[in-house]
């Protein structure tokens, strides 16, 4: 008997869309192979710490390149298999995922943005230094599309971008956040020893240098987080658990504000966020990248 069943529209569609999300992913991860970008500083920490991890050289204690691997072991772990990879290859495949992670960043909290809203997201302050330096922040954000028992996990990952994700996560899912939690750094624990106290050991430079938005500002800021938090629980509202992240931190890069940058231009309309986008590269421009 035949039981063969042809695909519906659905499942077509669906079918279509992976096709064409892949073949958009690799064609920009060969653009940027081939650009001239210098394939990130911050990336070549997250690359050593990978390294370190196949090697089984301590993560922490001792700078990876230019900096300390600063990220809890399990980042580390998810990072191991771009060990294999080369450096610029990893980074590659980093920058196209940011850019498709921004995009179905806004996609979700907007759905129908139009075409001058993407523009604004790929082509912000927050996601150019993002690509510049090999960051992950909007890879972390993008724990909002996993169930909410990940989120915390997230959150520990890098605070001052998803910290706020913790008062997003509905009571009811408190005892499997801690079960999953709680086996992720079990499993490191074994791995790596009590790298907690060798994390919590290491120096903090980037607190004190030039490119932290809030030195000298620390700790004012943190009001305006926790409004922003509160109001995103009681709302239910993600995007402002995403917005007030920041806030509550010491330390913030330009990167670090591309989560609030998205939730931002999803409250505004395209005249608004247009000239808050303008606004911001103007600012950046008269006070450089840092």
């Known amino acids: 008997m035949n039981t063969y069943k042809h695909p519906t529209d659905l499942e077509l569609s669906k079918l279509r869309l992976a ?12 653009v940027f192979l081939a650009s001239p970008w210098p394939g990130g500083d911050d990336w070549e920490t997250f690359h050593g710490a990978a390294q370190r991890v196949l090697d089984r050289d301590p993560l922490y204690g001792t700078p990876v390149t230019h900096a ?11 990072l191991a298999p771009f060990g294999l990879l080369p450096i610029r290859f990893g980074w590659a495949i980093l920058s196209a995922s940011t850019l498709i992670a921004g995009l ?48 915390a996990l997230a959150a520990f990952t890098k605070p001052q971008v998803a910290l706020g994700l913790l008062a997003g996560i509905p009571p009811a899912h408190w005892l499997r956040v801690i079960l999953v939690s709680g086996a992720v750094l079990a499993v490191t624990l074994v791995v790596f020893g009590l790298w907690p106290l060798d994390l919590i050991d290491q120096p903090t430079p980037f607190v004190d240098a ?10 004012f800021q943190v009001p305006a987080g926790v409004a922003l938090i509160a109001l995103g629980f009681s709302r239910k509202d993600e995007r402002l658990l995403i917005a007030g992240s920041p806030l509550l931190s010491p330390y913030a890069a330009i990167s670090t504000l591309i989560g609030p940058w998205i939730a931002a231009v999803t409250y505004l309309n395209n005249w608004q966020s247009s000239l808050v986008f303008a606004s911001w590269w103007a600012a950046v421009i008269y006070r450089g990248l840092g």
């Open 210 to 219: 030039g490119h932290n938005l809030w030195r000298g500002l620390w700790p």
């Open 19 to 30: 096709i064409l999300l892949a073949v958009v992913f690799a064609l920009l991860v060969a």
């Open 68 to 78: 300390y691997y600063s990220n809890p072991a399990w980042f580390a772990l998810l």
């Open 104 to 151: 179905a960043l806004l996609r979700r909290w907007e759905l129908h943005s139009g075409a001058i809203k993407p523009v604004l997201v790929l082509l912000s302050p927050p996601m150019i230094y993002t690509l510049l330096h090999g960051q992950i922040d909007a890879i972390i954000i993008c724990a909002v599309f996993l169930p909410a028992e990940w989120w």
